[in-house]
């Protein structure tokens, strides 16, 4: 069997198992306030999520395009398929590691951090990007600040609009309109998290020379589309434990709060073309929206212990990509 044709099979067959990995990983933070409020039952959250993951995963190209363009040129790329398999080895690694632990890291880091440690370890660093991968980094670093001042925003203003309602009917309310809240979460992450398997697929193809252009065929939207469902479907219970419950108590009118912030922030991304952690921002509105109800009630202790992940996950999943590559060139 021809060795290019084995690694490009390799690559898909890894690319949509980080995208299942990824969705019972990451999706697992888009249910989990509905789930912790008991807006939806666990069961119904996630048939939900894997849905709405679906159907947000066919609808955009943008953040796929970018992915596969923007951290390194694919046209320029030697040796290319054994960067890309190494790449994707280190990042699947790294959400194992830290979904064992229930630790909710951003799969995007992991990724982005491991193609670009596996170009480096190949090619050096003059193979970057640079202003692509610069342009990637700020949608990362930016995009966990700003769904904390909308989280803050989005709770401060419920408390004003709803300060003389009654408890329990305000609660019932809120606790129905997670139900929207929650599918609008996980639309807008099929939207944006979907399309980074996507863009390392046609990143391989065109690296093998069986793909000309940086659009997508509608074979690898597909495949990844119902690898991220099936992924969605088999659940993190880990994960929600700790975002749905550790880093405050969560009430209907915090969840709807925070997922309705984070959704914005996250399809915001989308429509400009650019990778954000869906992690990330999910965890700081959870954050914004818990310092606008009382500062002392969110623990900052597991914020701190999140935070510390999102810090290490890029270069450590970059040097695990590119010791993993010189491992690999002396096989293929």
Do not use: C
Request: net charge positive.
């Amino acid at each position: 069997m021809d060795m290019i044709f084995l690694l490009t099979a390799l690559i898909v067959i890894f690319a949509l198992a980080f995208d299942f990995i990824n969705g019972f990983h990451d999706t697992a933070n888009a249910i989990a306030t509905s789930v912790s409020t008991r807006a939806l039952a666990p069961r119904q959250a996630i048939i939900l999520a894997a849905t709405m993951n679906f159907i947000g995963a066919l609808t955009f190209t943008g953040v796929a395009k970018t992915i596969t363009k923007d951290i390194v040129d694919p046209f320029a790329l030697e040796n290319g398929s054994v960067v890309i398999l190494a790449a994707l080895t280190a990042a699947i690694a790294w959400n194992l590691i830290t979904w064992y632990y229930g630790i909710p890291s951003s799969s995007s880091h992991a990724l982005i951090g491991s193609v670009a440690g596996a170009a480096i370890s190949a090619a050096g660093f003059d193979i970057l990007h640079y202003e692509g991968f610069l342009k990637i980094m700020e949608s990362l670093v930016i995009s966990p600040f700003l769904a904390l001042g909308v989280g803050f925003v989005m709770m401060t203003l419920f408390r004003f609009i709803f300060k003389n309602a009654n408890l329990s009917r305000t609660t019932k309310g809120f606790r129905m309109f997670q139900v929207v809240t929650a599918s609008l979460q996980a639309y807008t992450h099929g939207t944006n998290d979907a399309q980074k398997a996507m863009g390392i697929i046609t990143m391989a193809l065109i690296a093998a020379g069986y793909h000309t252009s940086t659009d997508i065929p509608e074979w690898v939207r597909i495949s990844a589309a119902t690898a991220m469902g099936l992924g969605t479907a088999v659940g993190g219970w880990k994960i929600i434990k700790t975002v749905g419950g550790k880093i405050m108590k969560i009430r209907p009118i915090n969840g709807a709060a925070a997922d309705l912030s984070s959704a914005l922030i996250i399809f915001g991304a989308t429509t400009i073309h650019l990778p954000v952690s869906t992690t990330h921002v999910i965890s700081s509105a959870i954050m914004g929206v818990g310092a606008a109800q009382r500062v002392k009630g969110v623990k900052w202790g597991v914020a701190q212990r999140i935070v510390l992940t999102w810090i290490i996950t890029l270069p450590v999943s970059a040097l695990i990509a590119g010791f993993v590559y010189q491992i690999f060139r002396l096989f293929f």
